[in-house]
Structure formats: C-alpha cells, structure tokens
C-alpha cells in the first residue's frame, strides 16, 4: 500500500504560511535569516520500564528531558500514567511492533513473542522506513539488543545494529556525534527487562532499579552526543522515551494494569510543558515523531495520535469536595457503615477518590472488601470495592485489587498488589475527568506503586451505602481479617500530588485531618 505523504499544520508554519502579522518582505528576510531546522527525532524504548519504578530509579537523564532541562531551547512533557497497546497482553514482541508501527496488534498482527516474523508490514510499515520514504535524503538506524528485532523487514535506507545495551550505548553515542548522524532512530534498550525478571518489577527491587539507572547512563551519553553536534543549533530533536510493558513478580503479560502501566516522556523545541492528559499510548510517540517530519498519522489510518497538548496541574485544597471520613483517633475502624454515603453526589462515569490505610495478615479467608458500596456477590454488580484477598489474571497469590461494575454487565479488576502482612499499607482509588482510573498502593518501605487504565464508563453509584470492611450489603459471607484506618471519600479526583502528600503525611503519623486546615 503507497501511502501518501501529507503536510501538517506544524510544516505548513515552518514554510512561513501562517505569519500574518509580518510583512511579505520581513517574512522573506526572516526565513532568510533563519531557515527551517532540520527535523531529528530518536525515540527510546526501555524494556520492562514501569512507570511507579521510573519514577522511584535515579534517572537524571530522563528527568531532564521531562523537564526540558537538558539542553537549552527545548521543552518536556511527559506521564507516568501511560498505557501500552490495547489490543494484546503485554508481551515484548506486541509492543516493540506497536511503537515501531504506531498501529494495534489487529493490524500488525504480532499480539505475541515469536510472531515479529509473521507482522503485516506491507500494510504498516515502520515509522523509519515511513520517513525515510517520504523525505529525501532522510536516513533511519534502527539498534536494539534482544534479537527478535532482527525480523522486521530491511528497507534501503534504514540501518540495523544488532548488539549488546552496553556496546549499543557506547556506538549509539558515536554515531549520534558523527556529522552524518542518521535523521530518525529507534533505541530499543533492553536492559531494564532482565532487573525485573531477575530481582522483581517493583519500585523497591535494587536489581531492577539499578538496570534503569543503568540505561539512563545510555540516554546521557546519547543526550551529551546530540548537544555536541556542531549543526546542533540549525536541528530540531524530539527525544523521546518510553515502555513496551511494566511487569509484576518477575513476569509481565497478564492484563490488569501491573504490566500496562508504562512511562512517556518527550522533549523538543516545540514541545508544549507539562503533563500529557489522559492515559497516552507508547505509539502517540511514534505518531508524534512522523509529524515531526511532516507525515499525517491519520491519514496513514494509524492508530498513534500525535501528542500536542499538556496541562498544568493546581492544587486545590483537600476538602474541596471530600464527601465523608471515618477516623477513630488512630484506632482500627472495624466495620461501620458510611451514614448517608447512598445518598452522596456521585454519578456514573463521574469522578471520585478513595483514600486509607489497611493493615492485613498474609492470608484470608475468601475475598473480603476493606471497602465497598456494591453487592460484592459478583464483580459485575454496579459500584465500587477494594477487595483484599483476590488474584486478578498472572497474580502469583492473593493480593489487593480494585473491583468495579461496567454498564451492560462488564466489570473492570485491577491489580494485584501483594500484601505486606502486618504492615500498615496506604491504598487511594482515583478516577479524574480525563477517564483515567489510577490505584496506588504505598508501602512500608516508603514507595508509592501505581497502576492506571483508561475506564470511559464505570458505575460508581450503587444504590446501597459505601461500608468499611464489608460491601454495600453490610452482610457479606466473606468478613475481613484485618484493620482500615483514615478513610476518606472525595466526590472529586485527587491529583497525584494530593495522593502523595496523603500517603506521606501518613508515614509520619499523621491523619488526613491535619492536611484540611
Ligand atoms: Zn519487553
């Protein structure tokens, strides 16, 4: 299929066609005077990258291309509530093909390792050899490690390095710092991957944390070549980072948000500041990277979108709209119903968060609910709950996942986070207007773990009251074995910031009330 090239706004302003406060002369001198940067675009890929572990390693690379803070003139945004492809469970091969070719695995149709050989790139090609096609004189490098990557089709003017992370930092850097640099390159680092499947995908896993500091290395030395180009001035970088996957234990392709919940950061000159709304994909990268170079990610039918807007988030007092609180002075609340809770004023698809401490034993007997306003007989029922003792799909035990009702009789688990027996742990439920849904829980050894999925309609309202340790009913056949303290019901989102000063505050011993005054 021949695709046509097609000019986006952001080329069209590059040619000089939207300047109507500048005279047709001064126009003329201007472009003169400042020709159009070159486009360059390198999109990196870390391998098994969670975004709760990104955000706990010491990665002052990536940090300065979220903040724009690496080079002069340029700008980030950048999420930690990301998502990777929809459509597969989140393997390696699903996902490298994903961002590669900026489409789901129904069309690419590699929905899992092994099957890069069997991908339709006739129809949807690489995002390299979709550029160097359409711009002449373009030149792609694609370099990777794990060897699967070898199966994606050759084209003329696109390179293949296959190698070792190590070998491929130290060349990458070399190559970046040549004059004849190529134009657009896919980074796939692999290293992160084998931490977590080592050591454990957490935030708390030293192994796993490491091979992220590691690959940042990597990243600053790539950074460090592109800045010491002697063209750098008349080019414009998109540097972008993201995941294939997350993991849970040391394994990732189970859904339920553990290994879906990926990183996105992206740094240009153009790049608007801040936080990219919603739950993105890693292939919006992609997309973004083609527009960079003046291709039309929707007229190509790719499922990528290019990200063009962030936003500033403010912070709102916390008792802004906080709903009910049961506090007993620091005493476990034991089971109590929340008075009036049925009557409070959430709608369906509407936001809410849900903030308190549990501390559990290492097991239960059956699937108790540390809180709920549903009938929790069966997950598809309408309503909310936070179950303490379920396996959500690859959990290798029971854990805490959040469980809510979906109209037409579908329901939504997310989890599984394992129990720290007899440590009081923090757990907050947030569902914002942008349609994300985030679960949090922060353990003992001070990290906030986190995983989000994009959830348009959820059935928050219920008919029966929200209770603590017990569902809607009050009667549940499954009683908790354990305590809740501090909960709290906001008829609002928290931001992740709220969340975190919460979880915090409630480290020092603190309760929520001390952050209302
Ligand atoms: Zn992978």
């Given at each position: 299929?021949?695709?046509?090239?097609?000019?986006?706004?952001?080329?069209?302003?590059?040619?000089?066609c939207?300047?109507?406060?500048?005279?047709?002369?001064?126009?003329?001198?201007?472009?003169?005077?400042?020709?159009?940067r070159?486009?360059?675009?390198?999109?990196?890929?870390?391998?098994?990258?969670?975004?709760?572990?990104?955000?706990?390693?010491?990665?002052?690379?990536?940090s300065?291309?979220?903040?724009?803070?690496?080079?002069?003139?340029?700008?980030?945004?950048?999420?930690?509530f990301?998502?990777?492809?929809?459509?597969?469970?989140?393997?390696s091969a699903?996902?490298?093909?994903?961002?590669?070719?900026?489409?789901?695995?129904?069309?690419?149709?590699?929905?899992?390792?092994g099957?890069?050989?069997?991908?339709?790139?006739?129809?949807?090609?690489?995002?390299?050899?979709r550029?160097?096609?359409?711009?002449?004189?373009?030149?792609?490098?694609?370099?990777?490690?794990?060897?699967?990557?070898?199966?994606?089709?050759?084209?003329?003017?696109?390179?293949?390095?296959?190698?070792s992370?190590?070998?491929?930092?130290?060349?990458?850097?070399?190559?970046?710092?040549?004059?004849?640099?190529?134009?657009?390159?896919q980074?796939?680092?692999?290293?992160?991957?084998?931490?977590?499947?080592?050591?454990?995908?957490?935030p708390?896993?030293r192994?796993?944390?490491h091979?992220?500091?590691?690959?940042?290395?990597?990243?600053?030395?790539?950074?460090?070549?592109?800045?010491?180009?002697p063209?750098?001035?008349d080019?414009?970088w998109?540097?972008?980072?993201?995941?294939?996957?997350?993991?849970?234990?040391?394994?990732?392709?189970?859904?339920?948000?553990?290994?879906?919940?990926?990183?996105?950061?992206?740094?240009?000159?153009?790049t608007?500041?801040?936080?990219?709304?919603?739950?993105?994909?890693?292939?919006?990268?992609?997309?973004?990277?083609?527009?960079?170079?003046?291709?039309?990610?929707?007229?190509?039918?790719?499922?990528?979108r290019p990200?063009?807007?962030?936003?500033?988030?403010?912070?709102?007092?916390l008792?802004?709209?906080?709903?009910?609180r049961?506090?007993?002075?620091?005493?476990?609340?034991?089971?109590?119903?929340v008075?009036?809770?049925?009557?409070?004023?959430?709608?369906?698809?509407?936001?809410?968060?849900?903030?308190?401490?549990?501390?559990?034993?290492?097991k239960?007997?059956?699937?108790?609910?540390?809180?709920?306003?549903?009938?929790?007989?069966?997950?598809?029922?309408?309503?909310?709950?936070?179950?303490a003792?379920?396996?959500?799909d690859?959990?290798?035990?029971?854990g805490?996942?959040?469980?809510?009702?979906?109209?037409?009789?579908?329901?939504?688990?997310?989890?599984?986070?394992?129990?720290?027996?007899?440590?009081?742990?923090?757990?907050?439920?947030?569902?914002?207007?942008?349609?994300?849904?985030?679960?949090?829980?922060?353990?003992?050894?001070?990290?906030?773990?986190?995983?989000?999925?994009?959830?348009?309609?959820?059935?928050?309202?219920?008919?029966?009251?929200?209770?603590?340790?017990?569902?809607?009913?009050?009667?549940?056949r499954?009683?908790?074995?354990?305590?809740?303290?501090d909960?709290?019901?906001?008829?609002?989102?928290?931001?992740?910031?709220?969340?975190?000063?919460?979880?915090?505050?409630?480290?020092?011993?603190?309760?929520?009330?001390?952050?209302?005054l």
């Amino acid at each position: 299929m021949k695709m046509p090239l097609v000019l986006v706004a952001g080329a069209l302003a590059l040619l000089g066609c939207t300047t109507d406060s500048v005279s047709q002369t001064g126009r003329d001198a201007l472009l003169r005077d400042r020709p159009a940067r070159k486009p360059k675009a390198l999109l990196i890929m870390l391998d098994g990258a969670r975004a709760d572990a990104l955000a706990a390693a010491r990665m002052p690379a990536v940090s300065s291309l979220r903040d724009g803070s690496w080079t002069p003139g340029y700008r980030g945004a950048w999420t930690l509530f990301g998502q990777n492809v929809p459509d597969a469970r989140p393997s390696s091969a699903a996902n490298h093909t994903a961002i590669f070719t900026a489409v789901n695995a129904e069309k690419s149709r590699v929905f899992n390792n092994g099957q890069t050989k069997d991908g339709d790139y006739a129809h949807w090609p690489t995002w390299l050899k979709r550029v160097t096609d359409a711009v002449p004189g373009t030149k792609g490098l694609f370099i990777f490690s794990w060897g699967e990557g070898k199966q994606y089709p050759s084209s003329p003017n696109v390179r293949f390095i296959h190698d070792s992370d190590a070998n491929n930092g130290k060349n990458l850097a070399k190559i970046l710092a040549a004059p004849d640099a190529p134009d657009a390159i896919q980074y796939f680092i692999d290293l992160p991957d084998h931490g977590g499947h080592s050591a454990g995908f957490y935030p708390f896993s030293r192994e796993y944390l490491h091979a992220l500091y590691t690959s940042d290395t990597y990243i600053a030395a790539a950074l460090a070549a592109i800045r010491s180009r002697p063209t750098f001035k008349d080019e414009d970088w998109l540097v972008m980072v993201t995941a294939d996957h997350g993991g849970y234990a040391r394994s990732h392709g189970m859904w339920g948000g553990q290994a879906s919940t990926i990183p996105l950061v992206l740094s240009g000159r153009n790049t608007p500041a801040g936080r990219l709304p919603g739950a993105p994909r890693h292939y919006d990268l992609t997309a973004t990277a083609l527009a960079h170079f003046g291709l039309d990610p929707a007229a190509l039918k790719l499922d990528g979108r290019p990200l063009t807007t962030t936003v500033q988030d403010r912070p709102r007092p916390l008792k802004d709209g906080l709903a009910a609180r049961q506090y007993a002075g620091g005493k476990p609340l034991g089971v109590r119903k929340v008075e009036g809770s049925e009557k409070l004023a959430f709608e369906n698809g509407g936001d809410f968060a849900v903030t308190l401490w549990a501390r559990l034993p290492a097991k239960q007997k059956g699937d108790p609910v540390l809180f709920s306003n549903k009938d929790w007989k069966s997950g598809v029922n309408p309503g909310i709950a936070l179950v303490a003792s379920k396996a959500t799909d690859g959990a290798k035990a029971p854990g805490v996942c959040f469980n809510a009702g979906r109209p037409d009789k579908e329901r939504i688990d997310m989890g599984t986070f394992d129990v720290e027996p007899g440590q009081w742990t923090f757990y907050a439920v947030v569902r914002n207007s942008e349609g994300v849904l985030t679960v949090y829980q922060g353990r003992a050894d001070g990290r906030l773990n986190w995983i989000c999925a994009p959830v348009p309609d959820i059935l928050v309202k219920s008919g029966p009251p929200f209770h603590v340790g017990q569902d809607g009913t009050g009667v549940y056949r499954h009683a908790l074995d354990g305590d809740v303290d501090d909960f709290a019901l906001w008829a609002r989102a928290l931001s992740h910031e709220d969340v975190q000063r919460i979880y915090e505050a409630g480290r020092q011993g603190l309760p929520l009330a001390d952050l209302l005054l």
